[in-house]
DNA sequence: CGCTATATGTCAGCTATATTGACATATTTC
DNA sequence: GAAATATGTCAATATAGCTGACATATAGCG
């Protein structure tokens, strides 16, 4: 069985003890009895239960770091989004950006205004349709926008041991089969353009 | 390298077309060139940045499901976490429900106050320490719990083909990995008071 | 017995992020 | 020239979080 689930908390630096955790979860055990469900699950909740919620953890972990850096300049959640996309897809036009992120215009609006009033993000008419506004990010807005790549990738890194392709893979693929079935070759098309143009490309001709 | 990255998106069931993706997102390639940046990352994102955004979309599609039955209930995720949570511990107390879910008190009692109203929820006294409220879920409650719960599980379960137990621990360990190294031990413990609670254990005397 | 600490509730106001609906403008396309 | 498209904007609303201040009940201690 998963090292995880099963040894004592003894997986990071030091993790004080397992009967009483360091900052500690408050302990309130036994039930006080007459509880009005059966004391084993029926049938499908077994240990996967457990996934649910490490990912739920390891997500929230997964942002916090960018969180609490966006804070320190006075931005959120949306405003990294918007950062993270518009690097990895530079010249994005507003309606690609808003089916990724799946919120409508007006939201995505007030934050966007937020970052070209800023500096950080700028947009050009496209040059094929000039209704387009292309984004880019400015030199500071990729700064910002590589910080912040940099500290979720250092988490991947860590975590996948510097990327042993093999390990990359299983977690690639993982992740992607969590998708949506339905979207998975949209995220899949958008990879393939961030990868474009991170001049990475080998399907070429 | 990974299927996930380079075949074409021939994953799922009819995925359309690579060229022209099925809902799809729109294309606006080749940057208007004289952009501001090298045509190659210097150092970091390789193909990590991949993992971050697949990280992302796949925690928004695994949320997504249980906030679509959320709403037919008049209900958001901070009402699916609380319900989630007593589920899994049964008798938890207030404090100890804060802590797992990193909010303030005033944020958890209006959302708690709704799942009391509702019904979903109870709060009993504590038999040691009468100032405590522990919470439990009402048949009902149990019931949207469960359904909940079943939708986010079964995604686990497709993903992880009916979970052979090396699939399911390499999971685990990869999103244990992914939480901050000093939140583990207190995911651990609570991972191990759920699993009391369901009768799994075999730590025992 | 009182004093203090703890567990919890509550009022009030603020912020960030999202929503809907309606309407305006520029540009492309037919 | 008309219709469709890409985008912007105003206004109202909802959700989920926050801070600060204050209230109450119970526990624990000397």
Redesign the pocket.
């Known amino acids: 069985m998963s090292d995880v689930l099963h040894r004592k908390p003894a997986s990071s630096p030091r993790p004080a003890c397992a009967s009483a955790p360091p900052g500690g979860w408050?302990g309130d055990l036994p039930p006080p009895a007459g509880t009005t469900e059966p004391l084993v699950r029926d049938e499908d909740d077994g240990g996967v239960l457990d996934l649910v919620e490490l990912f739920f953890f390891a997500y929230r972990d997964f942002v916090g770091d960018a969180d609490r850096l966006?804070e320190t300049y006075?931005?959120?959640?949306?405003?990294?989004?918007v950062l993270h996309f518009v690097d990895r897809r530079p010249g994005l036009?507003?309606?690609?950006l808003?089916d990724i992120?799946?919120?409508?215009?007006?939201?995505?609006?007030?934050?966007?205004?937020q970052l070209l009033d800023a500096g950080l993000v700028e947009?050009r008419?496209?040059a094929?349709?000039?209704?387009?506004?292309?984004l880019y990010l400015t030199p500071r807005g990729e700064a910002l926008a590589r910080e912040l790549a940099t500290l979720q990738s250092e988490r991947f890194r860590r975590v996948l041991g510097d990327m042993p392709p093999p390990a990359r893979d299983a977690a690639a693929d993982f992740l992607f089969a969590m998708i949506d079935a339905d979207q998975r070759a949209r995220v899949h098309d958008h990879l393939a353009r961030a990868r474009v143009r991170d001049g990475l490309t080998d399907d070429a001709p």
Chains 1, 2 share one sequence.
């Open positions: 408050r966006l006075g931005f959120g959640r949306a405003h990294h989004r036009s507003i309606a690609a808003l992120l799946r919120i409508t215009k007006q939201s995505l609006n007030r934050v966007l205004k947009a008419a496209g094929h349709d000039r209704r387009q506004r292309l």
